[in-house]
């Protein structure tokens, strides 16, 4: 099956458990429609280049899946379609990467830019 990974903002006013519990959610959604989430990020509150809906900061959660189009369709609708969510990125890639994400690794941790 394809390999995807899908970031999304929900709504700053949402607790930290509640931004847990649509990453849970949508991850059912897949499980439902014969997919399944491999991993998982909460990435935190995070402020935002511009406003969205009247909202400057926003919680960021990153999901890797192994699923059928239809099922990735599917939840993206849904996505879109619910009152807490304000954006919504899908990528389709070859592989996933092993470890945490550059989001959720430490400064030291990342490999350092090329020198001027």
Avoid: C
């Avoid at 890797?64 to 619910?82: C, G």
């Avoid at 899908?90 to 959720?104: A, C, F, L, R, Y």
Wanted: glycine share 6%; hydrophobic share 35%.
């Amino acid at each position: 099956m394809p390999l995807y990974e899908h970031v999304f903002i929900s709504r700053q006013d949402l607790s930290n458990a509640q931004a847990e519990g649509l990453i849970e959610h949508f991850g059912a959604v897949l499980s439902d429609n014969g997919g399944k989430l491999v991993d998982h990020e909460y990435w935190g509150v995070k402020t935002m280049a511009y406003k969205i809906n009247k909202n400057r900061k926003g919680h960021y959660a990153y999901l890797r899946s192994d699923a059928p189009a239809p099922a990735v369709q599917e939840m993206e609708r849904l996505m879109r379609l619910h009152d807490d969510v304000m954006r919504v990125l899908t990528i389709k890639v070859d592989e996933h990467e092993e470890g945490p994400s550059v989001q959720m690794q430490k400064r030291d941790e990342r490999d350092d830019r090329r020198r001027r």
